[in-house]
């Protein structure tokens, strides 16, 4: 079984060189938190979205439980992190200084439209990673001509 489940990772890979990306957004699954070790992952978006990892791995730690309790309200991980998010930016100037979201934020939108992606995708039958290019930076395209 593993065999199979190394193919597919090497298949995935060779087909599309951006899977490391999609898969770097699993930093922001909160059903299955105590397995995933979320530092390499944050570090791969902060490498490929081009903000600073120390501040985004800051923000992420402060809002983590936040969003914990939202889902542990019956939320999906992706509503958790917007409620959290919006939560903190609706409070008073200080509240928000002392909890900042702007690099998070950044981060979340892409995540957001990743899932986007990928439910619009299953709902016409398309192929999924070719609908998650669409979210990926710019520079991570292939240009022709």
Not at 47 to 76: I, N, Y
């Amino acid at each position: 079984m593993q065999l199979f489940v190394d193919m597919a990772v090497e298949t995935l890979r060779s087909e599309f060189p951006d899977f490391d990306i999609v898969m770097a957004f699993s930093a922001f699954d909160l059903e299955h938190s105590n397995k995933a070790k979320p530092e390499e992952r944050l570090q791969r978006l902060s490498q490929v979205f081009e903000v600073d990892f120390d501040q985004l791995a800051q923000e992420f730690w402060d809002l983590r439980p936040l969003a914990m309790h939202e889902f542990s309200k019956g939320c999906t991980c992706c509503q958790a992190w917007v409620r959290t998010v919006q939560r903190i930016e609706t409070r008073q100037a200080a509240v928000r200084r002392q909890h900042p979201t702007a690099t998070i934020r950044q981060i979340l939108l892409r995540y957001l439209k990743v899932k986007i992606a990928y439910w619009f995708c299953l709902l016409l039958g398309v192929n999924n990673f070719v609908c998650f290019w669409l979210c990926l930076p710019s520079k991570h395209f292939v240009r022709f001509g």
